[in-house]
C-alpha cells in the first residue's frame, strides 16, 4: 500500500510566479490535511478537505493561497503571486476518518507525506 | 487554544548517553491526543507514538519511552542509549477531537559518535 505521494518534492519559483503543489493521498484515504513548516519551525495546520469539499481552512492565509481535493485526481495547494516569504516545506496528511475519534484506532491516524519544498527567489 | 511547548531547542548528546525531549503542553479539552514525530535529515514526517489523555501509563518501544503525566501536562520521550541515527528533529504535537495537530517548535538532537 504506497504511502501518501507529494509532487514535486522540490519547486523553484521566482516571485510572482504561481506555485501548484499536488498530493496523493493513501488508497482508501477521503481526507487530506496540508500544513506548512516555516524554517527552523514546526509544523502549522492550513487546511482540511474532503473529496470535493473544504471543511476547515482556518489556517489558510486569506490571499493568494487556495486548496483543491477533486473527486478524480490529487489534492492540490495552489499559491499564487509567490513570495519570498512563502519559501518553506509543505507537508500533506491523508486520513480514512476526520478527526481522530476517541480510544487509540489506528484508523483516525493522520499519516504525512515527503513534503514540498518551495524556494521563491 | 491548544500549545505544545519544547523548550529545548537543541540536545548534543555523545553516543550511548540517555536522552530525555521535554514536551509541555496547553489544553481545554478533557478529550485530546498526544504526538511524537521524527524528522530526520532527509526531511520526511516519521510517526513515533500516539497517545490519548484517557491513557496515562507509560510506554516502552525498544529504546524509546513515554512518560505521559496530566498533572504536569508533559509528555516527554526518552531515548536510552543514543546512536548517531538517532541526530533528527523531534517533534511533540497535540489534537484535540477536530481535524488538526498542533505541532511544537521541535527539538534537534545531535548525537555525536
Known amino acids: 500500500n504506497a504511502g501518501v505521494m507529494q509532487n514535486p518534492r522540490h519547486l523553484v519559483r521566482r516571485r510572482g510566479q504561481e506555485a501548484r503543489l499536488r498530493c496523493s493521498p493513501m488508497k482508501g484515504h477521503s481526507h487530506v490535511y496540508w500544513y506548512r513548516q516555516l524554517p527552523e519551525e514546526g509544523l502549522k495546520f492550513m487546511v482540511y478537505?474532503?473529496?470535493?469539499?473544504?471543511?476547515?481552512e482556518s489556517g489558510m492565509p486569506k490571499e493568494r493561497f487556495s486548496a483543491e481535493f477533486p473527486k478524480e485526481g490529487p489534492s492540490i495547494l495552489r499559491i499564487q503571486q509567490v513570495v519570498r516569504g512563502d519559501s518553506a516545506a509543505y507537508f500533506c496528511?491523508?486520513?480514512?476518518?476526520?478527526?481522530f475519534g476517541v480510544g487509540s484506532e489506528a484508523s483516525y491516524e493522520q499519516y504525512f507525506g515527503p513534503g514540498t519544498r518551495l524556494t521563491v527567489t | 487554544a491548544q500549545k505544545v511547548t519544547q523548550a529545548q531547542t537543541e540536545i548534543s548528546v555523545v553516543e550511548k548517553e540517555d536522552v530525555t525531549l521535554d514536551c509541555v503542553y496547553e489544553t481545554r479539552d478533557t478529550t485530546y491526543y498526544l504526538f511524537w514525530y521524527k524528522q530526520p535529515p532527509s526531511g520526511e514526517l516519521v510517526f513515533l507514538i500516539r497517545r490519548n489523555s484517557f491513557d496515562e501509563q507509560n510506554e516502552i518501544s525498544g529504546r524509546y519511552s513515554w512518560n505521559f503525566q496530566k498533572s504536569t501536562s508533559s509528555f516527554n520521550f526518552t531515548i536510552t542509549a543514543s546512536q548517531v541515527v538517532d541526530s533528527a528533529v523531534y517533534f511533540c504535537a497535540l489534537s484535540d477531537l477536530g481535524n488538526n495537530l498542533f505541532f511544537g517548535t521541535g527539538t534537534r538532537l545531535t548525537v555525536i559518535p
Open positions: 496528511a491523508s486520513s480514512p476518518r476526520p478527526g
Open positions: 478537505l474532503q473529496k470535493e469539499n473544504i471543511i476547515d
